[in-house]
């Protein structure tokens, strides 16, 4: 194959700042999709940059030939697929790299690829990766962050753990909820994949019971510490308890 990769920007550039940006989210698409073929990155070097309407980059390969050749044809396959509205082979990970704010175009020898115009409508479709939908959840109330913004998160019995943003007339029912098992209501913001939500927004929140605390040590503590029955028996008791209202 050729010696150098040719690429262009097919849309229309305006100032230095953008064009830096694009060029800087280029390499991250050629760092990208040589790391996840090969597990290093594809250096290449510029060799000459065209400023004039489209922008032209030509670059040369540091790397080896096949592993760049496995990039060009990786790049140009998942370019063919999106142009197309098909859902390509790339990961999602490496998908998102393609967005490089402007449509391109890449030759390197035989391999000649072009984005259409709906290639990044397309590809933004391949990305959208969430849904939103009315859940209730519940578990336990811990961690509640009122600095950078007022979110707790909750523990559920299975599953992971759910951050709930709140408003602030919520706070004073949030902070009382704190260490309780509850349910929390509200739109659920759920990533493909996944059955449990990532975040949800508060809409309701009740509280079901507290949660008995128990004893930090055991020891100094004799029966009459525990009603009269023995250490172990206490922790079984409140091992029981605890059961029961996670149950």
Known sequence: MSDFLKARFLDELSGL??????????????????????????????VSMAKNSPVELVLAPKSASPAVDRVMQFINETVRDVNQGLKPKCPQRQLRSFLVGTRFSIGYGAIQAETSELFESNLRGLLRRERREFQTVRGTIEAIDIHDKLE????????????CRFEEFQFGQVQKAIGKIAEVTGVALVFKGDTEPTVLKVEALKVLESIP??????????????????SVAHVRSVRAELERGLG
């Not at 707790?152 to 759910?162: D, N, Y």
Request: one cysteine or more; proline letters at 7%.
């Open 17 to 46: 700042k953008r064009l830096a940006e694009s060029m800087s989210k280029f390499q991250g698409l050629l760092d990208a999709c040589s790391e996840h073929l090969n597990g290093s990155k594809a250096d290449f070097s510029l």
């Open 152 to 163: 707790f998160r909750i523990f559920p019995k299975l599953g992971k753990p759910v951050r």
């Open 213 to 230: 605390a128990p004893p930090k040590t055991l020891r100094g503590l004799g029966a009459r510490d525990y009603a009269g029955i023995d």
